[in-house]
C-alpha cells in the first residue's frame, strides 16, 4: 500500500466515523466516534500536506476537520470549549477555501464543490454566532453564504440558491 493509498483509507474511515456520529442518537457514542474521527482527520491533514503538498486535497482535508469540530461543539456543554472548537472549525473552513479556490481551475466541477463548502463555512459561523452572540460571525457567515450563491451561479446550478438564500434571511 502507497502512502497515497493508505492516506485515501484513513480519509475514508474518518468519514464514515463523522457521518455514523451525526445519524447516532446515543451521545456517548457520537462523542467517543467524533474524537476518533477527530484524531484521525488531524492525521490525514498531516500526510496530505506531506504527499501533496500543492493539490485541492488539502483544503478539502481541512474542510472535514472544520466539520468534525463543528458537530462536537454541538454536544461539548463546556460554552468555553464549544467557542474554542468552533473558532477553530471556522479557521479550517477559512482554509479550506483558501487552498481550493487556488486549485479550483484544475478541478472539474469546482464551483459546486466550493458552493458547498462556501455554504458549510457559513453554517460553522452561525453556530458559532448563536454561541458567542458576536455581530462579526453573523455577518461572516451571510458572506459566506453570498460566497455559495455565487459558486452556484458561476457552475449554473441554481436550485439550491433559494435554500441558501433562506439561511442569510435568517
Do not use: F
Not at 477527530?38 to 472535514?64: C, F
Not at 468555553?80 to 473552513?93: D, I
Not at 446550478?157 to 435554500?163: C, F, K, L, M, V
Amino acid at each position: 500500500v502507497t502512502d497515497k493509498e493508505r492516506s485515501l483509507l484513513i480519509d475514508e474511515l474518518s468519514k464514515a466515523l463523522y457521518l455514523l456520529a451525526t445519524i447516532t442518537a446515543d451521545s456517548a457514542g457520537k462523542a467517543k466516534m467524533l474524537k476518533e474521527a477527530l484524531s484521525v482527520r488531524e492525521k490525514t491533514v498531516l500526510v496530505t500536506d506531506a504527499i501533496q503538498p500543492h493539490s485541492w486535497n488539502q483544503g478539502v482535508m481541512r474542510n472535514y476537520l472544520a466539520l468534525i469540530k463543528a458537530e462536537l461543539a454541538k454536544i461539548e456543554p463546556s460554552p468555553g470549549e464549544k467557542r474554542r472548537l468552533l473558532q477553530e472549525a471556522a479557521s479550517n473552513m477559512e482554509d479550506c477555501l483558501g487552498l481550493c479556490r487556488q486549485w479550483a481551475a484544475t478541478v472539474p466541477g469546482s464551483s459546486q464543490r466550493l458552493s458547498l463548502y462556501s455554504e458549510w463555512h457559513g453554517d460553522v459561523l452561525l453556530q458559532l454566532y448563536h454561541t458567542t452572540s458576536e455581530p462579526g460571525a453573523a455577518e461572516s457567515a451571510v458572506k459566506a453564504y453570498r460566497d455559495a450563491v455565487e459558486y452556484l451561479i458561476a457552475a449554473g446550478h441554481d436550485g439550491s440558491i433559494p435554500a441558501i438564500r433562506w439561511k442569510m434571511a435568517k
